[in-house]
């Protein structure tokens, strides 16, 4: 009867510590979009405004699901032989430039699929499986977006913000 009390605790214990590396995963992607794939989005929508792409869009959002879907998949496609050059700058000793070739990728890459996805988010939602993948990491994003909200180190960080806000306000006035 004892073990199986602490088998209990341990499978407890474990079960808590591998909700908290989810969480900690998840709240990185969700880092990542709040911090990355809003801000490069609205910067590729700025973009969007010089004529010449405004009409590509206009066109692409008359096109069938089929063809958006492939548009949405070109810079997947892209990214490849960039990564792969990233590796070999990196395998000559390049270190630094091909961890910049990675990272501006990974902006540009970022910005475009983040634009990409705004003008083909109606096309690309008629596909079932993409529909409930959708849905499925919007409903999932707002769960973990609650629950890292809940935790203290999200509520000490928001004081600190707060706290650092307004003393940045009185050293302003």
Known sequence: MFRA??????????????RSVLLALFAAVLFIEEWGWRPLTAWAARLAQWPPLARFEARVR????????????????????????????IHLGHTGSGLV????????GTALVG????VTEAQLVQFTWF?????WWRTT???????VQR?????AARAARRRLALRLRRWLN
Do not use: C, D, S, Y
Request: avoid cysteine; charged fraction near 20%.
């Open 131 to 135: 529909a409930r993948g959708l849905a």
């Open 101 to 108: 070739v990675i990272v501006g990728a990974k902006v540009l």
């Open 62 to 89: 008359l096109w069938p699901a089929k063809n958006a879907l492939a548009l949405f998949m070109v810079p997947a496609v892209l990214m490849f032989p960039v990564k792969v050059f990233a590796l070999w700058l």
């Open 115 to 118: 634009r990409l996805f705004v």
């Open 5 to 18: 009390g602490r088998a209990v605790i341990v499978l407890k214990l474990l079960l808590r510590a591998g």
């Open 151 to 155: 935790t203290r180190w999200w509520r």
């Open 141 to 147: 994003k707002q769960h973990v977006k609650e629950a």
